[in-house]
């Protein structure tokens, strides 16, 4: 099974694709998606390390996708960009959980 260093989930595709480009950039094996049906359908057939659900993800669906991502083995990290460009919020905030 294909092992995803990143799964970032959010309502926003250019949000989304920002944080692919930049954390794929970086030599990391990552998928996006901006639907929860897409996104538990990653979880389902891939190995995820890392879920990051993006601040504009509603509670319910956050519930879903966290339970999906522990059943899975995945970290969730509940995106909090508090101000933060995606770039520098994903250095401070997600490239060092993926170093670990």
């Given at each position: 099974m294909y092992t995803v260093d990143l799964l970032?989930?959010?309502r926003g595709r250019e949000v989304v694709d920002a944080a692919l480009?930049?954390?794929g950039g970086l030599g990391y094996r990552v998928?996006?998606?901006t639907t929860d049906e897409e996104a538990l359908a990653i979880?389902?057939?891939e190995r995820v390390r890392l879920l990051v659900i993006g601040g504009g993800v509603e509670a319910e669906s956050?519930?879903?996708?966290?339970a999906a991502a522990q059943?899975?083995?995945?970290t969730v990290i509940q995106a909090e960009r508090a101000g933060?460009?995606?770039e520098q919020y994903l250095a401070e905030e997600v490239v060092p959980t993926?170093?670990?």
């Amino acid at each position: 099974m294909y092992t995803v260093d990143l799964l970032t989930v959010g309502r926003g595709r250019e949000v989304v694709d920002a944080a692919l480009g930049y954390v794929g950039g970086l030599g990391y094996r990552v998928l996006g998606s901006t639907t929860d049906e897409e996104a538990l359908a990653i979880l389902e057939r891939e190995r995820v390390r890392l879920l990051v659900i993006g601040g504009g993800v509603e509670a319910e669906s956050r519930k879903e996708l966290t339970a999906a991502a522990q059943e899975h083995g995945a970290t969730v990290i509940q995106a909090e960009r508090a101000g933060r460009g995606i770039e520098q919020y994903l250095a401070e905030e997600v490239v060092p959980t993926l170093g670990e």
